[in-house]
């Protein structure tokens, strides 16, 4: 069963920039599995913000970014602001018609 | 503009089974290189895909759900649907929908929230 990780929990303070990432339980995160990223706030549904490792989706601040940093996928935001504090999912696509999630990231702003 | 909407009864008896069916509309559902799918999340929990249904298609689960899991399409009707047999409380959840594709990420609906009583 493939595992994607992601940081449970982390802070950052408003213009800072903090960088979340994604990796696999077993192996390296590669543009092979596209990653995506996406934003949640509360009671709302997911937004995708990042697709394909690094393009914005339309009308996403360019304050977002995405890479890969060594063995992970990573979403940059720099400048972050108060309505960044969201949950931010990592999605990899395996092939084969399967996607998996990973746990998901909760960011406070403070 | 592509939209995708959730629809079906909110509440399921626990060993029923649950039924949701999300309607596409600024696209089409044969449309070549997209997935359709089901994605869910538990009350405080992260995000679950359940499984895609290729614009061919062919049906693609999580291993985790494939026995209780069918998703099938109505090309005509522009929608395509979820069962899940054999509910338990830990099939409460909110149901996305979306639009799938490797290259362009997702595209979601706005979700339902499905119950499931004693």
């Known amino acids: 069963q493939t595992v994607v990780t992601q940081e449970p929990s982390f802070s950052v303070s408003p213009g800072g920039t903090v960088t979340l990432t994604c990796g696999l339980s077993?192996?390296?995160?590669?543009?092979?599995?596209?990653p995506t990223w996406c934003q949640q706030t509360p009671g709302q549904a997911p937004r995708t913000l990042i697709y394909?490792?690094?393009t914005r989706s339309s009308g996403v601040p360019d304050r977002f970014s995405g890479s890969i940093l060594g063995n992970k996928a990573a979403l940059t935001i720099t400048g972050a602001q108060a309505d960044d504090e969201s949950d931010y999912y990592c999605v990899l696509y395996l092939g084969s018609g399967i996607w998996v999630f990973g746990g998901g990231t909760k960011l406070t702003v403070l | 503009q592509l939209q995708l909407q959730e629809s079906g009864p909110g509440l399921v008896k626990a060993s029923e089974t649950l039924s949701l069916i999300c309607t596409v509309s600024?696209?089409?559902?044969?449309?070549?290189?997209?997935?359709w799918g089901w994605i869910r999340q538990p009350p405080g929990k992260g995000l679950e895909w359940i499984g895609s249904i290729y614009y061919s298609g062919s049906t693609y689960y999580n291993p985790s759900l494939k026995s209780r899991v069918t998703i099938s399409a109505d090309t005509p009707k522009n929608q395509f649907s979820l069962k899940v047999s054999s509910v338990t409380a830990a099939d409460m959840a909110v149901y996305y929908c979306?639009?799938?594709?490797?290259?362009?990420?997702?595209?979601w609906g706005q979700g339902t929230l499905v119950a499931v009583s004693s």
């Open positions: 600024g696209g089409s559902i044969s449309s070549s290189s997209y997935y």
């Open positions: 394909s490792t690094n």
């Open positions: 979306a639009r799938l594709a490797a290259p362009s990420g997702l595209h």
């Open positions: 077993s192996g390296s995160v590669s543009t092979s599995y596209y």
